[in-house]
Nanobody, 122 residues
Framework: VQLQASGGGLVQTGGSLRLSCAVSGVTFSSYVINWFRQAPGKERLFVAAINRSGGSTYYAGSVKGRFTISRDNANNTVYLQMDSLKPEDTAVYFC????????????????WGKGTQVTVSS
């Protein structure tokens, strides 16, 4: 199973980025896909989740209204559109697959990908 996050980079406050998570090695439509983030020296925290069909999404309060998660089951990819970015959004972003929805604990995820760095400058 492979989850590959990409799309991170450096952006100014108020800017936008779109992260992608490409999934292979599993039946993509059988899994909930989640995004987490980890700032330096801090714990990994839940950001967003999308159910198997893409018909339901769930967000952490800190990003609700600014971030949008979506999935393309035909291309085994999940996206995280991040708008109105703030310096406190700076972190390494990880995608993870889970069986149940919605789950927000790191320990509840079945598979993890390597992260992609997002840096928001003030």
């Amino acid at each position: 199973v492979q989850l590959q996050a990409s799309g991170g980079g450096l952006v100014q406050t108020g800017g936008s980025l779109r992260l992608s998570c490409a999934v292979s090695g599993v039946t993509f439509s059988s899994y909930v896909i989640n995004w987490f983030r980890q700032a330096p020296g801090k714990e990994r925290l839940f950001v967003a989740a999308i159910n198997r069909s893409g018909g339901s999404t769930y967000y952490a309060g800190s990003v609700k209204g600014r971030f949008t998660i979506s999935r393309d089951n035909a291309n085994n990819t999940v996206y995280l559109q991040m708008d109105s970015l703030k310096p406190e959004d700076t972190a390494v972003y990880f995608c993870a697959a889970s069986v149940y929805y919605p789950l927000t604990r790191v320990s509840s995820m079945n598979y993890w990908g390597k992260g992609t760095q997002v840096t928001v400058s003030s």
